[in-house]
C-alpha cells in the first residue's frame, strides 16, 4: 500500500507538472499579465500605459513570426522601440525590434519566450531596467532578474551571442537616481565577466556627464535618445557585432 500511494502520489506530481507547463504555453501573451503572474521581483507598480502599448506591439509582430525567425533580436523597452531606424542603420543584417514601451525586466521575463526564443535568434541585444529603478526598483532585484532572464536565455540555447547593455543614464530632477543606476551596472557587467557568449556593450559612459545623468542635446526629453545618442549606441554595436562575427563579410 505504501509503494501504491508513493507511487500515485508521483503520477500527480507528473501530471500537475504537464499542466502546468501546458498552462505557460497557451497563455496568451498578447495581452498583459495580472501583475500577480509576473516572474522575477520587484515593484508592481507600473506605467499605466504599458498594457495598451503591449497589447498593440504585439498585434504589430502578429503574423510576423516566421520572417524574423533567425534574427539578430532588439529586446527592451521604450528606448528599444524608439530606435526607428534600426533596420536601416544594420542595412546587411537581419535585425528586429521587440521593444516595448514602459517594459521592465519582469515585463522581459514574462514574454522573452514568446518574443525572442521562439524565433531561434541569431544573436540577442539586451537593454532593459531603467523603468525598474524608475518604479523604485531595488538595483539588487533588478540585477537578480536580468540574471534570470541570462539563464533563461543559456538554457533555450547555451551558444547563442548575448550583448548585454549597461542602462543607459537620465536626469529625474526630483529624484537622482544616478547611485542606482550605477550600481545596477556594476552588477550587469560583474554578471557577464567572463563568459564567451554574453559581450558588454557600455551605454553608460558615453553618455554620462560627471553626476551621472545623461545630456539634454542627447536625451531631450532626459530618458530617451535622439538621433545622437542612437548614433552612437549603433557605433558600439558595430564594433561588438564585428568581434562576434554576427556582421556579414561584405561588411568588414
Known amino acids: 500500500m505504501k509503494y501504491r500511494i508513493r507511487g500515485m502520489a508521483e503520477f500527480l506530481l507528473t501530471v500537475a507538472v504537464a499542466l502546468s507547463a501546458l498552462g505557460q504555453t497557451a497563455a496568451d501573451i498578447s495581452q498583459y499579465p495580472s501583475l500577480a503572474l509576473l516572474p522575477g521581483k520587484g515593484p508592481t507598480n507600473i506605467w499605466s500605459g504599458l498594457p495598451a502599448k503591449w497589447a498593440q506591439r504585439h498585434k504589430e509582430w502578429a503574423g510576423h513570426g516566421g520572417e524574423d525567425r533567425g534574427a539578430i533580436v532588439f529586446l527592451g523597452d521604450s528606448i528599444t522601440e524608439g530606435w526607428h531606424s534600426l533596420t536601416n542603420d544594420f542595412p546587411r543584417l537581419h535585425v ?53 532572464i541570462l539563464a533563461d536565455i543559456k538554457a533555450f540555447n547555451p551558444h547563442v551571442p548575448v550583448v548585454v547593455c549597461k542602462v543607459m543614464p537620465r536626469y ?24 564567451p557568449e554574453f559581450a558588454l556593450c557600455d551605454t553608460w559612459s558615453p553618455f554620462a556627464d560627471a553626476e551621472g545623468h545623461c545630456l539634454a542635446s542627447e536625451f531631450p526629453d532626459l530618458l530617451h535618445p535622439n538621433e545622437v545618442g542612437y548614433a552612437k549606441w549603433h557605433a558600439a554595436l558595430e564594433l561588438i557585432f564585428g568581434d562576434l562575427k554576427l556582421t556579414s563579410p561584405a561588411q568588414n
Open 96 to 148: 528586429v525590434n521587440r521593444g516595448i514601451g514602459g517594459d521592465t525586466t519582469r515585463g522581459v521575463l514574462y514574454r522573452l519566450k514568446a518574443d525572442v526564443l521562439d524565433l531561434d535568434p541569431k544573436a540577442i541585444v539586451l537593454l532593459i531596467g531603467t523603468n525598474d529603478v524608475g518604479n523604485g526598483a531595488d538595483p539588487d532585484d533588478v540585477a537578480a532578474n536580468i540574471r534570470q
Open 172 to 195: 529625474d530632477r526630483q529624484i537622482d537616481r544616478a547611485g542606482k543606476l550605477k550600481k545596477l551596472n556594476g552588477e550587469i557587467e560583474a554578471e557577464i565577466k567572463g563568459d
